[in-house]
Every structure is written in structure tokens, then in C-alpha cells.
């Protein structure tokens, strides 16, 4: 109850998230095509790990705060990502973007580094107190991309920004094999991409577009 005297305490803010987002740029076109777009991909990467968190199992883990979280964004070319999409997906083709996820079980569910829960990525052996907990790899291939954007009549730096917070989704256990998943994480997206600026990336954009593309780390790779 309030009172003059006892006012009701403010509410509670959630614990602070560390987060250590590496953007490795290996197709030169990235540069010369999207200024500043290391930021830009940090900045998306960022925005969408702190919306997605609270409604994880990773919410309010001491983990978050110290050692904390790391990402890797990899700006690749459809070259390499075919490589990778023949190798984990059996899919000789390139696509626009790879999630490869380090802190899921066979089934898709996101687990606390460290926590024998099923085959994940992180071993409890494997992981070094001083070390953040590694989420995983976001993978994106220019000429796909900048192909896609110029067919929807976008710009590569806006459809990039969507790519990129796609992946961070999926590494945090999101995805769209079923109407009801596409329907909560495109939500998110929307949500997450209008806190960036970019408009909602769904609109007028015919089911042919090809959904970005989830793929789970095995132990050793």
C-alpha cells in the first residue's frame, strides 16, 4: 500500500547484459557497398540480443553480467556461404544468411553455458570463467542480399540490418517452421527493426522471399 510515507518502490530494471559483438568483414564488397557497416551490424546485433533475452531461459542468468555474452557477425560472399550451406545443410546454394547457434540442444532450446542439458556446443569443460559465453555466428552473403534488396526495392543497409537481427533471433532459440513461430518472431523483428529505423520488412514482400536460414553447432566445429 502507498503512503506519504512509504511510497511504493520503483519498479524493477532488468540486470545489465554484457555483450561483446565481433564483426568480421571477409567480402570486401560489404564495405565499399554499406557505409559504416560494421557499426550498422553491431548496432543490430545489440538491439536484437537485448529485446530477445528476457523471454529466454538465458533471463536474469548471472552469465549475462559477468562474463557476459559474445556474438560473431560474418560478412561473407556467396561463395563462402554456399560452402557452408552444402556442408551443415546439404544444400548446395548459396542463401542469405547462416545462424549457426552455440547454446542449443538437439531439439532448439536454449540452454545456460555450462548445464548438461543435451548435446550443446558449449561443454561445461570447454568454457572458461573469464571467457563470455559464445551465442554463435551470424552469417551473411552479399550478392544474395544486395540482389534481394534490390528486388524489393530496398536499400542493402536496411535489409542487411533485418538479416542480421534474423540471425541474432535464431540464436536465441526463435524460428519460423510453423505459422505460429513465423508469426511470434516476425513480431519481434518488426518490433526490434522500428527501434532501429527500418520499416516493417514484411509488408508488400511476396512468400517467394527466402526465409534467412538456421543451422546448430556441433561439439568441435
Known sequence: MTTPDHPDPPPRQPPAVTL?????????????????????????AETAARAALPVTPLAGAAVLQTPGLALC????????VAALNKAYR??????NVLAFAALE????????????????????????????????????????ARDEAARDDRSLADHLTHLVVHGVLHL???DHRDDAQAA?????????????GVANPYTDIEAHVAPPSRATLTPGT
Open 20 to 44: 561483446a559483438i565481433d564483426v568480421m568483414l571477409e567480402a570486401a564488397a560489404w564495405r565499399a557497398a554499406v557505409r559504416g557497416v560494421e557499426a550498422l551490424c553491431r548496432r543490430a
Open 105 to 144: 540442444t538437439a531439439d532448439g532450446t536454449v540452454v545456460l553455458p555450462g548445464t548438461d542439458q543435451g548435446d550443446t556446443a558449449n561443454d561445461a569443460a570447454d568454457l572458461d570463467d573469464d571467457e563470455p559465453a559464445h551465442l554463435g555466428d551470424v552469417i551473411v552473403a552479399f550478392e544474395t
Open 73 to 80: 557477425v560474418v560478412l561473407e560472399d556467396d561463395a563462402a
Open 90 to 95: 546439404g544444400q548446395d546454394r548459396p542463401t
Open 172 to 174: 536465441l532459440g526463435h
Open 184 to 196: 511470434v518472431m516476425e513480431a519481434l523483428e518488426i518490433r526490434i527493426l522500428a527501434n532501429l
